[in-house]
């Protein structure tokens, strides 16, 4: 699987969108884009994917870059319950394992 | 959605004993199922994959005599350190994936295991 990069930190004020960067320019045509989240002491939960086109649901908006080798998770309002460590995993779909990088620390502050 | 129920979500075992944690899907079938570890302010780390009627496969450098892994049934996968000792305490978490689930992998709760 291809491997992600992401800043390992960054605070975000609560009630303004958080954008969550992650670069993964070795990724193959088959590859999804997975975001997870983990809670302090918690089992990670998911949040999004996508192969190339945008997507979006309840808790947030993922934008992928037209060539694949990026990708943005959006939060669009973040609360101080999104305080996390945020994922972003490269992997094919059907059962193939999900390696976990260093993930962003996320800190929406007051 | 899917969910995984891990259990306990806390053991505190003494050293040189065998301690058992269960993985299952609560509302779907799963054959295949994960396992990973996670220290102190590291990441998760996979420490095998668990396939339902047949052995796990293991991740290079996890000793697979001392975390046994059984996945007897769709529902069911259960991870069980033995003779545990001081350096296996960590925060263990499985996850599965429904076969048509939209919603990616889902993660168990994770057990705190703590050999003293």
């Known amino acids: 699987d291809a491997k992600t990069t992401q800043p390992p930190s960054m605070d975000c004020a609560e009630g303004r969108a958080a954008n969550l960067p992650c670069n993964h320019s070795?990724?193959?045509?088959?590859?999804?884009v997975y975001w997870y989240r983990q809670i302090h002491s918690q089992g990670p939960q998911y949040i999004i994917h996508?192969?190339?086109n945008n997507e979006t649901n309840e808790m947030a908006s993922l934008i992928i870059t037209e060539d694949r080798k990026s990708s943005t998770l959006i939060l669009p309002h973040a609360t101080l319950r999104d305080t996390a460590v945020y994922y972003c995993?490269?992997?094919?779909?059907?059962?193939?394992?999900?390696?976990f990088g260093g993930g962003t620390r996320v800190l929406v502050k007051p | 959605g899917a969910v995984v129920s891990q259990h306990p979500s806390r053991v505190i075992c003494k050293s040189g004993t065998s301690v058992k944690i269960e993985c299952r899907s609560l509302?779907?079938?799963?054959?295949?199922m994960f396992w990973y570890r996670q220290f102190p302010k590291q990441s998760l780390m996979l420490m095998a994959t668990s396939n339902e009627g047949s052995k796990a496969t293991y991740e290079q450098g996890v000793e697979k005599d001392k975390f046994l892994i059984n996945h007897a049934s769709l529902t069911l996968s259960t991870l069980t350190v033995t003779s545990a000792h001081p350096e296996d305490s960590s925060f263990y978490i499985c996850s599965a994936r429904a076969a048509a689930s939209a919603y990616g992998y889902t993660f168990g709760s994770g057990t705190r295991l703590t050999v003293v």
């Open positions: 996508g192969l190339k």
């Open positions: 509302d779907f079938q799963a054959t295949t």
């Open positions: 995993i490269v992997s094919r779909a059907a059962g193939n394992k999900l390696t």
């Open positions: 070795t990724i193959s045509g088959n590859e999804y």
